[in-house]
C-alpha cells in the first residue's frame, strides 16, 4: 500500500520549486499535485494520455477544447488524451490531484 498526505505532498512540491509532483507512478497509472498560484498562467500543453482532475482547493476556469466551466475544490473534470485544456482566471491558489492513464511520460 501507498499511503499519502496532501501537506505533506505540498510540501515537497514547493521545496522542489515546481508546479507539478509526480508521487506515483505505475504500470496503468501515475498520480501527480499540480500547483498554480491565483494570477498564475497555466503553461499546459495537450497531453498523450487521458487525465482526471480533482480539485483539492482554489477557484479557477478551465477550458478543455471549446468547453469551458468554472472548479473549486472537489470538481472533478476528466480531459481526453491530445485535447488542448488550460486552467485560467485562477482567482484563488489552485492545487489540484492528477492522475494520467496510462503513466504521464
Same mark, same amino acid.
Given at each position: =500500500? ?26 496503468? =497509472?501515475?498520480? #501527480? ?24 482547493? #482554489?477557484?479557477?476556469? *478551465?477550458?478543455? #477544447? =471549446? ?6 475544490? #472537489? ?14 482566471? *485562477? ?5 489540484? =490531484? ?8
Amino acid at each position: =500500500m501507498k499511503a499519502f498526505r496532501l501537506d505533506e505532498l505540498e510540501a515537497e512540491r514547493a521545496a522542489n520549486n515546481g508546479a507539478y509532483l509526480q508521487f506515483v507512478r505505475e504500470h496503468t =497509472m501515475s498520480v #501527480g499535485l499540480y500547483a498554480l498560484d491565483a494570477g498564475e498562467t497555466d503553461p499546459q500543453q495537450p497531453h498523450r494520455q487521458d487525465e482526471v482532475y480533482f480539485v483539492v482547493s #482554489g477557484r479557477a476556469s *478551465i477550458t478543455v #477544447g =471549446m468547453e469551458t466551466t468554472q472548479v473549486g475544490r #472537489g470538481s472533478v473534470v476528466y480531459v481526453p488524451a491530445g485535447v488542448a485544456h488550460k486552467f485560467h482566471h *485562477i482567482t484563488e491558489d489552485l492545487r489540484v =490531484m492528477v492522475v494520467f492513464s496510462p503513466p504521464e511520460s
